[in-house]
């Protein structure tokens, strides 16, 4: 009997061990989910002002940033402070964008689809399928406690990302997607932030009249309008990019409209946009990056594919390779 | 997938490439795969001419468009490599100061870099099969098609989203890029 129960008992104590681990595992993929929900939601909900460093390949500019919202909605305002002055003001749905350097001035108008929330609860249960999270440690950023995450892509279809927010409020504080290497193709971190009192509703109006006559109005996108379905389909995209929406929108000097797929794999998002050759004034076919957006345009018959995401050059390459009107 | 992608980048052992190899040829889908890989690597590399239908649809498109000059990188790889260490060594308060040694943009735009640019492009052209006529240098980036789509694009990315309107700085953002119009 007692020699049954010693033998029993270290593979009953690995079990527990094993369960034990496989529950604190799953704890840690829960917190690190709820942390990131919370990081989603602060960029929205919290008053705030601050400076940071954007770094690109081996770019780095510097920016402020103002988020201000009240009873009547949600406003910002972004200033380049290098270089050519350009600045971007959202009032709910409304976005102005000024160029001083052309004293050029845009004025688009979003869809109330706005309301798309900054992450799909619906997906970020299978994110742990393509992601490893990891909670990490407390840093100093911009004098803010802040709390790191990691996620590390499963395969090479994503890019790496790792996240500091400022442990008491979740305000994003540092941002850096990291290629298959390990190499940065894109930071974003505050050098100084206020968070909360002091941002006023003031503090987010351009500096810029946006009706003198001295700037010169851009025609405007009128927006994403409707939801369809529009016949065109992906036939390959990478494991977990789900479609999770599908529009057409109208640019501002045409008719025409233009398809709009985006597909999510619950933290990177895809986009799909084609339009009739003869549509598009000028192009130019292959692979290009802004940032860690990569963008490869080509064309499909009498179509123009450009597809672009915060994804490594393969997956966009791959999915417009498979682009087709009703799977042809 | 991967086993192919590895075939591609050379990686594998001589009997695992002719496994590999006899399953290209007995799946269509895969030898698709194969040639798509080429093609990312190729387009990575800067090279042309590779993928037999996108190399001739693209010097078709070529042929078709003016050339949209933007420069790339306009700053010594050197000094960023100087640069960088010495921001990691004294981070913190220091970064101040590295901010002061970062870059203004004005200066990008110059004409040697057109030029470079637009030879590389010949290069390009001329390897996949099409005369090229002469390009027309553009003074500022772009803020056209892609422009518009990066936008509407980072309305619906999570990852902008946690950014907040810190991602919008990719719309007004002036250096490394390479975008099209």
């Not at chain 1, 309301?115 to 440690?137: D, N, V």
Request: proline content about 5%.
């Amino acid at each position: 009997m007692r020699r049954i129960s010693t033998g029993v008992k270290p593979s009953v104590l690995l079990l527990f061990c094993w369960a034990g681990y496989a529950a604190a595992g799953t704890l840690e993929q829960d917190a690190a989910l709820s942390w990131l929900q919370k990081i989603a939601n602060a960029a929205r909900q919290l008053n705030y002002q601050g400076t940071f460093v954007y770094q690109h390949g081996d770019q780095v500019e510097t920016s402020r940033i103002t988020h201000y919202v009240d009873r009547t909605g949600e406003y910002e305002k972004l200033e380049t402070l290098d270089g050519p002055k350009r600045e971007i003001i959202r009032s709910n749905t409304e976005i102005l964008s000024f160029d001083a350097e052309h004293r050029v001035v845009r004025r688009e108008k979003r869809a109330p689809l706005k309301a798309f929330p900054a992450l799909l609860p619906e997906q970020l249960g299978s994110l742990t399928g393509f992601y490893s999270l990891h909670k990490g440690e407390h840093e100093r950023i911009a004098g803010f406690d802040a709390l790191a995450l990691a996620l590390e892509p499963r395969d090479q279809f994503r890019y790496g990302h790792k996240l500091w927010a400022d442990a008491t409020t979740g305000l994003l504080l540092k941002a850096r997607m990291l290629d298959e290497r390990n190499r940065v193709v894109e930071q974003f971190m505050f050098t100084q932030l206020i968070i909360g009192d002091g941002v006023t509703r003031d503090s987010v109006r351009p500096s810029i009249n946006p009706n003198s006559p001295e700037w010169r109005r851009e025609p405007v996108d009128r927006g994403a309008t409707t939801l369809v379905d529009t016949g065109w389909i992906v036939k390959d995209q990478p494991a977990g990019f789900r479609k999770v929406l599908e529009l057409k929108r109208f640019k501002a000097d045409s008719q025409v409209p233009v398809v709009h797929l985006v597909f999510c794999d619950g933290l990177a998002a895809v986009s799909v946009f084609i339009e009739p050759l003869k549509a598009a004034k000028e192009f130019q076919a292959g692979l290009a990056h802004q940032g860690a957006v990569n963008i490869y345009t080509h064309a499909v018959s009498d179509q123009l594919v450009t597809v672009l995401g915060e994804v490594p050059p393969v997956t966009v390459m791959q999915m417009a390779n498979s682009v087709s009107l009703n799977g042809q | 997938m991967e086993k192919i992608s590895q075939l591609v980048d050379g990686e594998l052992e001589a009997h695992e490439c002719r496994a590999q190899i006899r399953r290209l040829t007995q799946d269509p889908e895969l030898a698709e795969r194969w040639e798509t890989y080429h093609l990312i690597r190729d387009v990575l590399r800067n090279e042309a001419g590779v993928g037999s239908e996108v190399a001739r649809q693209v010097a078709v498109d070529l042929e078709r468009e003016p050339t949209v000059i933007a420069p790339r990188t306009w700053l010594p790889a050197r000094a960023v490599r100087q640069t960088l260490p010495m921001a990691a060594a004294v981070a913190g308060v220091a970064l101040v100061g590295w901010l002061a040694l970062s870059f203004h943009p004005s200066s990008r735009h110059s004409d040697s870099m057109a030029m470079q640019k637009s030879s590389a492009q010949g290069r390009l052209a001329s390897a996949s099969g099409s005369v090229r006529t002469p390009p027309a240098a553009l003074s500022t980036r772009p803020s056209g098609r892609v422009d518009e789509y990066l936008l509407a694009h980072q309305e619906f990315s999570p990852t902008s989203a946690m950014q907040g309107g810190a991602s919008y700085v990719r719309t007004v953002s002036t250096g490394d890029s390479d975008l099209p119009q």
